[in-house]
């Protein structure tokens, strides 16, 4: 049986795309660039439902162009080439301020593994990070599409929340979720489009509402950084005007 494609599903519902809307934007990518395509509904269908596991090199090319994503960062089966961006002298530990990211509320407690609560839905994000060639600490912030997937949480930002987009892969085992990060930073920002890359550990509070915890990825020097994490749940729906309304960046 197939597995569906959770990852390029919540690309597209980023991109507040329906199907039809996403297949066009394939086919008008390949055009541009002089290698046309026949993509439709049926094909993205069949991408999303797992079906088809790895596109031909044309679609991946026009995937990679409309969403701005390598092509494994949409959920096929392509090799992940490892990369350390450079981020100034990196080795930094951010702990938790008085007034940014707090700790989870409460021990978490076993859980049989069978039972998946449903943490589908829109999730405010946030991260705090230090810069050594700023000497200051940031914070990050993301609006998210959560999609799951049995015990697989599938998370993509929204567009227009930050000109960075981000991508987490994770795994829920009872009220801990341990997974992966990826931030592509803005061309025209300070990191000047770096890629940055690591992984994340999150406890679930009991509410199902928050999960908070750490971020590790290495700095130029192969210094590991870490720092704290939090998603906040915002709204269960993940229609188009629900995604519409959040497709703007989130307050400070």
């Known amino acids: 049986m197939a597995t569906p494609n959770s990852a390029l599903r919540a690309v597209r519902l980023g991109l507040l795309m329906s199907q039809d809307d996403f297949a066009r934007a394939v086919r008008e990518a390949g055009a541009r660039t002089g290698q046309p395509n026949d993509a439709n509904k049926r094909l993205v269908?069949?991408?999303?439902?797992?079906?088809?596991?790895?596109?031909?090199?044309?679609?991946?090319?026009?995937?990679?162009?409309?969403?701005?994503?390598?092509?494994?960062?949409l959920g096929f089966s392509a090799a992940a080439a490892g990369q350390v961006?450079?981020?100034?002298?990196?080795?930094?530990?951010?702990?938790?301020s008085t007034n940014g990211i707090a700790p989870a509320?409460?021990?978490?407690?076993a859980e049989p593994q069978t039972a998946h609560r449903n943490y589908s839905g829109v999730w405010l994000s946030r991260y705090e990070y230090f810069s050594s060639g700023r000497d200051s600490s940031y914070t990050g912030r993301h609006y998210v599409v959560v999609l799951q997937h049995g015990s697989r949480l599938t998370v993509r930002s929204l567009p227009g929340s930050s000109d960075s987009p981000l991508a987490m892969d994770l795994e829920v085992d009872g009220h801990?979720?341990?997974g992966t990060w990826t931030e592509q930073t803005a061309t025209d920002g300070y990191y000047r489009g770096a890629r940055y890359h690591g992984a994340i550990q999150l406890l679930v509070?009991?509410?199902?509402?928050?999960?908070?915890?750490?971020?590790?990825?290495?700095?130029?020097?192969?210094?590991?950084?870490?720092?704290?994490?939090e998603l906040v749940f915002q709204d269960a729906s993940t229609t188009k005007a629900t995604l519409e309304a959040y497709n703007r960046r989130p307050d400070a």
């Open 105 to 109: 509320a409460a021990k978490p407690h």
């Open 176 to 178: 801990v979720a341990t």
């Open 205 to 229: 509070e009991p509410t199902g509402r928050r999960m908070t915890g750490k971020w590790v990825g290495f700095g130029k020097e192969f210094d590991v950084n870490t720092g704290p994490w």
């Open 45 to 73: 269908q069949r991408w999303e439902a797992g079906t088809t596991t790895a596109p031909r090199p044309v679609y991946a090319r026009a995937l990679e162009s409309v969403t701005g994503l390598p092509i494994q960062s």
């Open 85 to 96: 961006s450079e981020d100034g002298r990196g080795g930094h530990d951010v702990e938790a």
